[in-house]
């Protein structure tokens, strides 16, 4: 989590700032897509290792359905695909983000969730527009003009982009519960759980590196 947290204030430094930081913006703009991209990845892995022994028996089953399918999770690299896969085992498996203030009732505590939509298909699309700004293009399947003007007029709206994204995984993220289910040996992975562990993850203020965490577990 301090990782993520890091990432994204110093991308948002960079995207925020008044003069280019490598004075180039297409290069402020690469390397604020290729932090978002790794931060789709930390969301894709945390989410994977909450419910590790479930994601695990997912992917030998699916090997045993497909041999081409290597089945093996600790070679699981593609952030797309780990979400694709967690939404099949668990309806909590990303992060719910959560508003600041909170209502008690005698050993009570009740958390609200925040007005967003969070959705796997958002992070893989998020996931995907980086992938565009931080790999080469091929320019052979098109002419070179056209390629040209075409890279140009994505540049040219990277920086919103970029500013709407990262305002996504700040609401996100900041102050948000992540959930694990239960899980046997012998379970079968695509069966419905109930949550028995709860993270309450505050990252606090920007200008330290701390993150608060509370770990509730059901008896």
């Not at 969070?118 to 527009?129: A, D, P, S």
């Amino acid at each position: 989590m301090l990782e993520f947290k890091l990432r994204l204030i110093h991308c948002e430094r960079v995207a925020s700032a008044a003069q280019s930081t490598t004075g180039l913006a297409a290069l402020d703009s690469e390397f604020c897509f290729l932090q978002m991209r790794r931060l789709v990845e930390l969301v894709a892995f945390s989410s994977a290792l909450r419910d590790e022994e479930r994601y695990i028996a997912l992917r030998q089953l699916q090997q045993q359905s497909n041999p081409k399918d290597h089945g093996d999770h600790s070679r699981d690299w593609e952030a797309s695909e780990i979400l694709r896969r967690m939404v099949q085992i668990s309806p909590h498996c990303l992060p719910i983000p959560l508003k600041n203030e909170t209502k008690q009732a005698g050993a009570v505590i009740q958390f609200d969730r925040k007005n967003i939509s969070v959705t796997h298909g958002r992070l893989i699309e998020i996931y995907q527009i980086c992938s565009g700004f931080i790999h080469a293009k091929n320019p052979f399947s098109q002419d070179y003009r056209t390629h040209v003007d075409m890279e140009r007029k994505k540049y040219e709206g990277a920086k919103k982009e970029i500013l709407k994204c990262l305002t996504f995984f700040r609401k996100l993220m900041w102050y948000h519960a992540a959930v694990g289910l239960s899980w046997a040996a012998g379970d079968n992975p695509m069966t419905a759980a109930d949550p028995n562990v709860v993270w309450l993850v505050d990252f606090g203020a920007d200008a330290d590196q701390l993150i608060n965490i509370v770990v509730a577990e059901a008896q």
